[in-house]
């Protein structure tokens, strides 16, 4: 979810999602060259400078530009990161795991929704401020506040390091999103409350909160995830109020997955999330191409449960999250996504807080939410662990438990499902010390 999380999570201003405030009063007519709005733009870099204890190394560049102009300079930031064919990709990993509809032109909505949200922009590339003007007739205190507590964290911090995706998978991505924007929205609050501000909602920014209702709840939750959980996780870590000595040695420390953000105290224990390296399946080779790759994190996999089982625990069965991997398949010639496969291995804490097998209860819990996606009751295998759930009359998933290991093929052709499923067993790496991984003699596929 590197596109979602990077850009549109950096960028969803929390002063339209959680709290809006009255405007400065200056209209758009007065922009940058406005001497009392510069005197603004100071007063308030100040005001964040001494809450957030850090002082300016160099001056802060802003400009006010329109919504079309602010998504042209995230458009290209986009495509000096990604290639088209990942964008799409990493869309259609989403509609396979039916998170968004196979309807949503994934790219262009996003970029749609973020034209019609986004109040304002700290591009750490070129270092530049920029306002939307477009969201009113004036630009809102809790704008520049919050963009430019991302500044000064930059000027620091090198935020650009911080949400390198070359060194990082896309749930890391997310919680260093959640780093960032939880810093942020915690100083945008401060601030408020410094310059008694009350925090209510206006009209526009009412209609604003219900255009996302026709949004995916994924791709809301998504958007919102870095704010919530994000302040939630910099409060966590502070030992007083002023303790920004503890989020400033984060940044040299960054968390590794949202297990890290929804989780505080494996951060700070210093839990690492279990690494899986794919391999290539020979059960596939010829008739199935890898498409994409990532790693979906603890609140994603919540996100599914919720989606699909319904299930009211889904946070907590999620929880005992210990690392993940997934690949997006594709049939040779195949162009539409309702062919593809979706294929994972997820590992799992051995006992949570409340004494339960991790493992055996998220099994249980995505067979629940197989069974309910495809209307249809999962098959055990005897004396395996190991669950069909048919999708069509050519077509299954198959659920593996082994350990603490579980094992989604998700809408396989039946009579390669359990196969692949073992294989990914066999084949897939979990951490440096285990190189070889179960033997093939370790079990027997059952036939089914």
């Known amino acids: 979810m590197t596109f979602l999380k990077t850009y549109a999570s950096a960028v969803f201003l929390s002063a339209c999602a959680i709290v809006c405030t009255p405007s400065v009063g200056y209209t758009q007519d007065n922009h940058d060259e406005n001497a009392e709005m510069r005197g603004v733009f100071e007063e308030t870099r100040d005001i964040v400078s001494r809450l957030r204890s850090l002082a300016p190394k160099r001056p802060v560049q802003w400009k006010w530009v329109s919504g079309r102009e602010l998504i042209s300079v995230i458009r290209k930031s986009v495509e000096r990161t990604y290639t088209p064919g990942e964008l799409v990709a990493e869309g259609d990993l989403y509609k396979r795991m039916g998170l968004i509809p196979e309807s949503m032109n994934y790219v262009e909505d996003m970029f749609s929704l973020l034209e019609q949200q986004v109040a304002g922009l700290y591009e750490p ?12 007739d004036a630009v809102e205190e809790s704008t520049l506040a919050h963009e430019l507590a991302h500044a000064l964290v930059d000027q620091h911090f090198e935020l650009d390091s911080v949400l390198d995706r070359k060194s990082a998978d896309g749930d890391a991505l997310l919680a260093r999103s959640a780093l960032m924007e939880g810093d942020a929205t915690l100083i945008t609050l401060r601030y408020m409350l410094a310059k008694g501000i009350p925090a209510a909602m206006d009209s526009e920014s009412m209609a604003m909160y219900e255009d996302l209702k026709n949004y995916p709840r994924f791709i809301i939750d998504s958007l919102l995830f870095p704010y919530t959980a994000g302040m939630f996780f910099v409060t966590s870590m502070m030992n007083n109020p002023d303790d920004w000595e503890t ?34 399946l020979p059960v596939l080779s010829g008739s199935y191409t890898a498409v994409f790759e990532e790693v979906l994190g603890e609140f994603i996999l919540s996100e599914y449960l919720m989606t699909h089982g319904k299930r009211t625990d889904a946070r907590g069965v999620a929880g005992g999250w210990g690392g993940d991997a997934v690949v997006l398949y594709r049939p040779a010639g195949a ?20 004494g339960m097998d991790e493992a055996r209860e998220f099994a249980e819990a995505i067979i629940n939410a197989q069974e ?7 098959i055990k295998c005897p004396g395996h662990e190991a669950y069909v759930i048919p999708v069509s009359r050519d077509t299954s998933s198959v659920v593996l438990r082994q350990g603490s290991r579980v094992i989604l093929v998700d809408k396989a052709p039946r009579d390669t499902a359990m196969r692949t499923a073992y294989e990914v067993l066999e084949k897939w790496r979990v951490r440096d010390e285990d190189p070889e991984g179960p033997s093939e003699h370790d079990h027997q596929i059952p036939l089914m």
Do not use: F
């Open 335 to 354: 162009e539409l996504i309702t062919s593809d496969m979706l294929v994972s291995l997820s590992v799992w804490d051995r006992y949570g807080t409340d």
């Open 247 to 280: 989020v400033d040695a984060a940044y040299s420390m960054l968390p590794d997955s949202t297990e890290h953000i929804l989780h505080p105290e494996k951060y700070t224990s210093g839990e690492k999330p279990v690494r899986i390296t794919t391999r290539e």
């Open 372 to 378: 309910m996606r495809y209307d249809s009751e999962a």
């Open 125 to 136: 590339e070129e270092e530049i401020l920029y306002v939307n003007r477009d969201m009113g």
